[in-house]
């Protein structure tokens, strides 16, 4: 039951008292709707006694039709056991606990993604300072400056009053401030992944290694085909609306089991249930942790690429030529919660992002790198544009697979992932669906977070189609 009580199928018994149970048998239908249960003793022929219907549960919970009926599932049927969990951000020093802790951790974040900030330390020590000077904006700055040439005060003057009021050029303080320009950046802080996203990416806590830098290392090594082929999949990665491709070693994730649903499982309608036994643990309701430091692919999309898709849908309005200005505009987005517009935009980037991290992902299990889709996992942070495929390695060691991808084989994954957002072994039934997903084509056996939710092939090759058309203008 969606209560999370379970119990064993209702066995029942032949009304002749000489049979028993012992001639009853199952007539296995596949469903549980036309499945019966019989009886072949001498006389019975094979009688029907009863069918499989449901039983009602004692519980309080009850259906939207007010009822509370027990379905009959196989054992093994993925609706009658979901396991929820979470994934964490697991670095284990004082200087990452402060920021989680930070009550400006989302201005930290924001700053960090804007590259006012290089790490979480400069943004940390930014708010301990606790600027408090009213800063004037670029625009107002120009115009008085202009006041005090007219008045001719000395340059070393305005510089000086540049210096205290005028508009800060990086660090926090950088930061569009939050009245004038409606941009929430304490809201972010409430976005565990977009706070730990800025630790991921902070060099001082995470090593990695871009696309970039591989480049550059063959090109020092004057290793020309190599180079030419780096060069041609960084062409192929900004095709896909990809800003920057990276590898890390070191990627540490913790999976959080804290409990589970049986029937339903979305949100308002699922009944979450805790791993708890009050004969254990004190009652209490335990959690389930598998930490490792694991391998990772990390992907950012381009927020340019990203914004001028929204502005062509007529979600938003104008590009930018600027990525962080762009990245900027975005989080503007992202933050509005009256504007009913911003949050279709905001869906509509999660399902494309999702949906490409996916067939990245699954473009991985081609039979020669030595990853199987099911021992991969996602972690996706939509508002920073990001995805990361990580080896889960709870089931399989990689030993530097993907290290090898990002040497030698990244062309040929993005052009099959590029492949892959057009076709489907479904199809055209799957083309023809809405949203244009299935098992075949995207979803993930075990590494989806949110169950294969919200993906759409259909909205990711639009964006494909429109990314690939403006990158040759
Ligand atoms: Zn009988
Ligand atoms: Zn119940
Ligand atoms: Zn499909
Ligand atoms: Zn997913």
New binding site residues.
């Given amino acids: 039951h969606n209560c999370g009580r379970i119990r064993p199928m209702y066995v029942p018994k032949c009304r002749v008292p000489a049979h028993g149970y012992d001639h009853i048998v199952f007539e296995n239908t596949g469903s549980f709707v036309t499945a019966l249960w019989r009886c072949v003793g001498p006389g019975c022929g094979g009688a029907k006694l009863q069918g499989t219907s449901q039983s009602p549960c004692s519980c309080e919970w009850k259906d939207a039709a007010g009822r509370a009926m027990m379905r009959a599932r196989t054992f093994n049927d993925t609706r009658a056991y979901q396991v929820h969990a979470l994934q964490l951000v697991n670095i284990d020093n004082s200087e990452f606990r402060q920021y989680q802790r930070h009550p400006q951790r989302g201005q930290i974040a924001a700053a960090h993604y804007l590259n006012l900030i290089d790490s979480l330390a400069e943004g940390i020590g930014d708010a301990s300072q606790g600027v408090t000077v009213t800063r004037v904006s670029p625009q107002e700055w120009q115009q008085r400056e202009q006041l005090l040439r007219q008045m001719h005060v000395p340059e070393e003057e305005i510089e000086q009053y540049r210096r205290m009021m005028g508009p800060e050029e990086s660090g926090l303080a950088a930061l569009p401030n939050t009245d004038a320009d409606k941009v929430r950046w304490e809201l972010l802080g409430a976005d565990r992944p977009f706070v730990e996203r800025a630790a991921v990416f902070d060099p001082a806590q995470i090593q990695r290694i871009t696309l970039d830098d591989q480049c550059v290392r063959f090109a020092e090594l004057q290793d020309r085909l190599a180079q030419q082929t780096t060069e041609r999949a960084r062409e192929q990665a900004r095709t896909l609306g990809i800003a920057e491709i990276a590898v890390t070693w070191e990627f540490p994730v913790a999976r959080v089991a804290f409990g589970y649903t049986r029937e339903e499982h979305e949100p308002e309608r699922g009944v979450l249930t805790g791993f708890h036994n009050k004969y254990h643990h004190d009652g209490k309701y335990p959690v389930y942790v598998a930490a490792s430091d694991t391998e990772a692919l990390l992907v950012t999309f381009s927020a340019r690429s990203v914004l001028s898709f929204l502005s062509a849908k007529g979600l938003t309005v104008g590009a930018a030529e600027d990525e962080s200005v762009a990245r900027q505009r975005l989080l503007e987005l992202f933050t509005d919660q009256d504007d009913p517009e911003a949050a279709r935009a905001a869906a509509t980037v999660h399902t494309v992002i ?1 949906t490409l991290g ?1 067939l990245l992902l699954r473009s991985l299990d081609d039979g020669q790198v030595g990853l199987a889709e099911n021992t991969l996992a ?1 972690w996706v942070v939509t508002k920073a544009l990001t995805v990361a495929i990580y080896a889960d390695n709870v089931r399989e060691f990689t030993l530097g697979s993907l290290w090898t991808l990002l040497s030698n084989r990244v062309l040929s994954w993005l052009e099959s992932t590029a492949d892959s957002v057009l076709s489907c072994e479904n199809d055209p039934l799957c083309h023809q669906s809405s949203p244009r997903c299935c098992e075949r084509c995207v979803y ?1 056996t075990f590494g ?3 169950f ?1 939710d919200d993906l759409d092939r259909g909205l990711a090759a639009e964006f494909l189609r429109h990314t690939a058309a403006s990158s040759h203008t």
């Fill in positions: 999702h996916h996602e993930l989806c977070r949110l294969n």
